[in-house]
Each structure stands twice: as structure tokens, then as C-alpha cells.
């Protein structure tokens, strides 16, 4: 790529420092040379960093910050005071321009309040979602799961306004001209569920077009599945299904490496299948899936695992520089804008209803 892509870093919101951080833009950076960074956090540690990394240096501009949001700050409290944190100079600069797309490993709650607040909900967008890359069994590889904890309520034009901007991720992040979408719910047949998810299938389904096929509701085995490529929930369900699904990678990948070091006969059986080993550990290593993309907003906003290593961060940088190779949010927001009038409002929620549909 011949363009430049400016990516805004905090450098500090994750759960490792700046190091993994450093390192995962310096992995991002060998395979996309076009990238540069503004880095926010302390001047002092990022340049030691740095200075071991001359390559990365070149393409880096530190700005200097130093209070960091904390992992268990409640998102009110640091929007009241974090207005001086690297997750708040990061996501400034995208909304001045200085920047295409910021990226954090810091506290969601207050990464998606500071964004709202900063950036502003798109037109026509209620709630903003958080969308992810699940593998599957797609050509591709994956398919795009959302909202993954943006909000734990949803009702039936919310979940409308998600099956919208998941289906234009996957026309970007896929390629796919007419992406599948389909409504996470406890079963297929059109009776199931609340009577907000029955709202929302007919809100899809009426808002299906050419740009979208509403294939109806799926249910949780069928997200590795290839029944559909945006599957759409509230995210209250779908953080859960998120965190159970990293869970179970991490309880695999160990199990696989303790069972191969049981005996010598399993060593030498596990150099035989090496290859395949491999490929199957970096299909469901979820650090090659790293980041969530912040959807609903103007402008882009990459979220990244707290713990992740260099290879989550290069994940997640990666994502973000294919975010800023094209105007997505204001692509959503005009496909939104093209159904906003003519579709129906929906039936409201009971404010427990989240907790009464688990």
C-alpha cells in the first residue's frame, strides 16, 4: 500500500504496559510498511521502547500523557476525569483528524463512553456495537458476531441497526457482496424467543435488500458455522459468548500440549502431526482475532484484548489500518439513513428484560 495510515495509540490502557504494545506495532509495521503512529502515554518508557526499534521509531510520534484509566474505573468516573489519559488523547485525535482510527487495550466501558462522547453517535444510530471476527468454517475463515458488550440492552430496532452495520463489516472486512445475516436466539422456528426478537426478525426481514439476505434466526452452534456471516445478539449475550469462547480456546490449546507431553510416545506422535498441529493452535489462538471494532460512531475505534501480547496488538492494529483504508463509519451511516425512515418503530423493552430473556 502506497497511502499513509495514521493509527492512534494508547499505549498504557492495557493490562501489560507499553511493551507488548511496542512490540505489536513493530510486527504490524513489517507487513505494512505504510503505517504510522501517533503513541499516547509516557514519553520516557515509550522512548526507551523505541529506541530499540529504530525501524519503528521512524513511523512513530509520541504524545506525551501519563494518567492512565483504570481496568476497574467505572466509565462515568473517567469520562468525569480521564480527560487528560492516553485512551482520551488517543480517541481526540481521531475526532480532530490527525488520525484515521485509534486503538486501545483499555477499560471498555470507558473506551466506548469517551468514544460516544468524543466521536458522536453516526445519524440514525441509537446504540452504538461492538463487532467481532469469529472463526468458523467460512472460505474466509471467520464469520462477524455483534454487539459483544457495547450494551447489554437491545431491542428490536437496536438489533435492526446492528444487522445494518455487520453486514457492511463484512462487506469490507470479507469482501462479500450480499453478506448473510442472521438473529442469535434459543431456537430457529419463528416462535421462539421474546417478543423483541420477534420484533426484530421482521424488522430484518422487511430490511433485507440487495445489500443484505436475512437467513432468520440461528442459535449459538451455528457461530463457526457457515449458516450465517453476521450473526446479531444484545451484549449482555454476546459478551458472554465472547469470554466463554476465549475460555474454551485457551482450555484446548493446554490441553493439546499437555496431552503431547504425557510420554515419549506422544512427543514423537506430535512431530508426525506437526503441521497440522500448528494450523489447527492458530486457527483458535485468539490472539489472531484480537479487536473489536466500535461500530455506530464518526469515526473508528479498534478495541483490543487487556491482556493481549504482541501478536493480539499486531491483530488489532491490523484491523484497525483496514478500517482506515475506507470511510466505513459514514458507509454505514448512509445505509442506515436509506431504511431509517421507511422502517416501522419497534416495540420497546421492558428496562429487565435482558435479565428476564437469560
Given at each position: 500500500?502506497?497511502?499513509?495510515?495514521?493509527?492512534?495509540?494508547?499505549?498504557?490502557?492495557?493490562?501489560?504496559?507499553?511493551?507488548?504494545?511496542?512490540?505489536?506495532?513493530?510486527?504490524?509495521?513489517?507487513?505494512?510498511?505504510?503505517?504510522?503512529?501517533?503513541?499516547?502515554?509516557?514519553?520516557?518508557?515509550?522512548?526507551?521502547?523505541?529506541?530499540?526499534?529504530?525501524?519503528?521509531?521512524?513511523?512513530?510520534?509520541?504524545?506525551?500523557a501519563t494518567q492512565v484509566v483504570n481496568m476497574s474505573e467505572k466509565p462515568s468516573?473517567?469520562?468525569?476525569?480521564?480527560?487528560?489519559?492516553?485512551?482520551?488523547?488517543?480517541?481526540?485525535?481521531?475526532?480532530?483528524?490527525?488520525?484515521?482510527?485509534?486503538?486501545?487495550?483499555?477499560?471498555?466501558?470507558?473506551?466506548?463512553?469517551?468514544?460516544?462522547?468524543?466521536?458522536?453517535?453516526?445519524?440514525?444510530?441509537?446504540?452504538?456495537?461492538?463487532?467481532?471476527?469469529?472463526?468458523?468454517?467460512?472460505?474466509?475463515?471467520?464469520?462477524?458476531?455483534?454487539?459483544?458488550?457495547?450494551?447489554?440492552?437491545?431491542?428490536?430496532?437496536?438489533?435492526?441497526?446492528?444487522?445494518?452495520?455487520?453486514?457492511?463489516?463484512?462487506?469490507?472486512?470479507?469482501?462479500?457482496?450480499?453478506?448473510?445475516?442472521?438473529?442469535?436466539?434459543?431456537?430457529?422456528?419463528?416462535?421462539?424467543?421474546?417478543?423483541?426478537?420477534?420484533?426484530?426478525?421482521?424488522?430484518?426481514?422487511?430490511?433485507?435488500?440487495?445489500?443484505?439476505?436475512?437467513?432468520?434466526?440461528?442459535?449459538?452452534?451455528?457461530?463457526?458455522?457457515?449458516?450465517?456471516?453476521?450473526?446479531?445478539?444484545?451484549?449482555?449475550?454476546?459478551?458472554?459468548?465472547?469470554?466463554?469462547?476465549?475460555?474454551?480456546?485457551?482450555?484446548?490449546?493446554?490441553?493439546?500440549?499437555?496431552?503431547?507431553?504425557?510420554?515419549v510416545w506422544s512427543r514423537l506422535g506430535a512431530l508426525f502431526a506437526l503441521t497440522?498441529?500448528?494450523?489447527?493452535?492458530?486457527?483458535?489462538?485468539?490472539?489472531?482475532?484480537n479487536g473489536g471494532v466500535f461500530l455506530g460512531l464518526n469515526g473508528a475505534v479498534?478495541?483490543?484484548?487487556?491482556?493481549?501480547?504482541?501478536?493480539?496488538?499486531?491483530?488489532?492494529?491490523?484491523?484497525?489500518?483496514?478500517?482506515?483504508?475506507?470511510?466505513?463509519?459514514?458507509?454505514?451511516?448512509?445505509?442506515?439513513?436509506?431504511?431509517?425512515?421507511?422502517?416501522?418503530?419497534?416495540?420497546?423493552?421492558?428496562?429487565?428484560?435482558?435479565?428476564?430473556?437469560?
Open positions: 500500500m502506497n497511502r499513509r495510515i495514521v493509527i492512534s495509540i494508547d499505549a498504557m490502557g492495557g493490562d501489560r504496559g507499553p511493551a507488548p504494545i511496542l512490540l505489536g506495532m513493530d510486527r504490524a509495521l513489517a507487513s505494512n510498511p505504510s503505517l504510522h503512529f501517533l503513541v499516547h502515554g509516557d514519553e520516557t518508557q515509550i522512548g526507551k521502547l523505541l529506541d530499540r526499534r529504530p525501524a519503528l521509531r521512524g513511523h512513530c510520534e509520541i504524545r506525551h468516573r473517567a469520562l468525569r476525569d480521564g480527560r487528560d489519559s492516553t485512551m482520551w488523547r488517543a480517541i481526540e485525535s481521531v475526532a480532530k483528524g490527525e488520525a484515521q482510527v485509534a486503538v486501545s487495550s483499555g477499560n471498555t466501558g470507558a473506551l466506548m463512553a469517551m468514544s460516544i462522547f468524543i466521536l458522536r453517535k453516526a445519524p440514525g444510530i441509537d446504540r452504538p456495537a461492538i463487532a467481532v471476527i469469529w472463526p468458523s468454517q467460512a472460505p474466509h475463515g471467520y464469520n462477524i458476531v455483534l454487539d459483544m458488550g457495547a450494551d447489554v440492552r437491545a431491542d428490536a430496532r437496536n438489533l435492526l441497526q446492528y444487522a445494518v452495520m455487520g453486514s457492511e463489516y463484512a462487506r469490507l472486512s470479507f469482501g462479500i457482496a450480499r453478506p448473510r445475516v442472521g438473529l442469535l436466539n434459543v431456537g430457529k422456528e419463528p416462535s421462539k424467543g421474546p417478543p423483541e426478537l420477534r420484533d426484530a426478525a421482521a424488522l430484518i426481514e422487511s430490511a433485507a435488500s440487495e445489500r443484505f439476505e436475512f437467513v432468520g434466526f440461528v442459535e449459538g452452534n451455528d457461530l463457526p458455522r457457515t449458516t450465517a456471516d453476521v450473526l446479531v445478539t444484545d451484549g449482555f449475550t454476546g459478551n458472554v459468548l465472547l469470554k466463554t469462547a476465549e475460555g474454551t480456546a485457551n482450555f484446548i490449546r493446554q490441553s493439546l500440549t499437555d496431552a503431547f507431553r504425557h510420554s497440522s498441529l500448528k494450523r489447527m493452535r492458530e486457527r483458535i489462538d485468539p490472539r489472531r482475532a479498534v478495541k483490543s484484548h487487556g491482556g493481549a501480547d504482541a501478536i493480539g496488538t499486531a491483530s488489532a492494529i491490523e484491523l484497525a489500518a483496514k478500517m482506515a483504508e475506507t470511510d466505513f463509519p459514514m458507509l454505514v451511516a448512509r445505509q442506515l439513513a436509506s431504511l431509517g425512515a421507511a422502517s416501522p418503530p419497534a416495540r420497546q423493552a421492558d428496562s429487565g428484560a435482558v435479565g428476564a430473556n437469560e
